[in-house]
């Protein structure tokens, strides 16, 4: 007699998206380590592949050429099991959306902006939009990147919103990856 096979859908890969200093990076290590996954950071990806850190590399050759190394290196990185942090800006170049669709599950993280500019402030790593933190319209210029950006993040299969801790987001990332 044969048994009916019921297979349960998982998937493998989880991109975590959101705004610069949002805590894909953080958190989302810590959530891997917890869920016992493999953990990338696509920014150290490149860094490692150029051989310089992304404010050299924006600097040396613009944003556009560091968006096409950024969809390139990501796209040999798949398929990739595991917890894949993307860069702020990834997910503004649209043909990455099919990229992450087809491989996996998308996590938004909804840190306000004002939590991301304070810890923006005192973190240590270079980021090439923002820069000049204590200047008002350096400040504004920042904002509205925020805003701008977030029309793109909120196409995510999913959101967590602030405040989190990398358990909750283990937990949650466990949940939705058992489909």
């Not at 953990?39 to 560091?66: V, Y």
């Not at 902006?113 to 240590?124: P, V, Y």
């Not at 909120?154 to 801790?165: C, G, L, N």
Request: hydrophobic share 35%; with cysteine.
């Amino acid at each position: 007699m044969e048994k009916s096979i019921v297979s349960q859908k998982t998937t493998r890969t989880v991109f975590l998206l959101g705004f610069m200093a949002s805590g894909k990076s953080s958190y989302g290590r810590k959530a891997a380590k917890r869920l016992e996954l493999p953990f990338i950071d696509l920014d150290d990806e490149i860094e490692k592949k150029m051989g310089m850190n992304i404010a050299e590399l924006f600097q040396k050759q613009g944003e556009q050429s560091f968006r096409d190394i950024e969809f390139e290196t990501l796209s040999n990185l798949l398929p990739q099991s595991g917890i894949i942090s993307l860069g702020g800006g990834t997910v503004c170049n649209h043909n990455v959306w099919d990229l992450l669709k087809n491989h996996g599950l998308t996590v938004f993280l909804d840190m306000p902006f004002e939590k991301c500019l304070g810890r923006l402030r005192t973190s240590k790593k270079a980021r090439p939009l923002a820069v000049n933190l204590e200047n008002k319209e350096a400040i504004d210029r920042l904002h509205t990147l925020y805003e701008k950006r977030k029309e793109n993040y909120h196409r995510a299969d999913h959101k967590v919103d602030f405040p989190y801790d990398h358990k909750s987001l283990a937990n949650s990332l466990s949940l939705w990856m058992k489909g």
